[in-house]
């Protein structure tokens, strides 16, 4: 079992960044891939970015390309999620996820969910 706990969402004007963290728990973290996930009301969840086990490839939603960054560090078993130039747009619920493969953007791909943590993004 993998129980994945998220952090670092809040208020922020459009323009400003945000560092999402993702905290991993129980089996080996470099066992997995690793994704974040998003929800704005009334929308279905979607896809933002994801990483490969190894932190090698990385791969993105058209929507953030450029100024979103995902990253994780092994060694702290955590994964994050740089968002910079934030837009109205960017607003949702973020969801960290674990996985077997990384390039993938459905959500039924991906085994281990986190509660999420709430990005709002003032205009």
């Known amino acids: 079992q993998v129980q994945l706990v998220e952090s670092g969402g809040g208020l922020v004007q459009a323009g400003g960044s945000l560092r999402l963290s993702c905290a991993v728990s129980?089996?080996?973290?470099?066992?997995?891939?690793m994704g974040w996930f998003r929800q704005a009301p009334g929308k279905e969840r979607e896809f933002v970015a994801s990483?490969?086990?190894?932190?090698?490839?990385?791969y993105y939603a058209d929507s953030v390309k450029g100024r979103f960054t995902i990253s994780r560090d092994n060694a702290k078993i955590t994964v994050y999620l740089q968002m910079n130039n934030l837009k109205s747009e960017d607003t949702a619920v973020y969801y960290c996820?674990?996985?077997?493969?990384?390039?993938?953007?459905?959500?039924?791909?991906?085994?281990?969910w986190g509660q999420g943590t709430q990005v709002t993004v003032s205009s």
């Open positions: 990483i490969r086990k190894s932190g090698s490839s990385t």
């Open positions: 129980g089996r080996t973290f470099s066992s997995y891939a």
């Open positions: 996820a674990a996985g077997r493969y990384y390039y993938t953007s459905s959500s039924s791909s991906w085994d281990y």
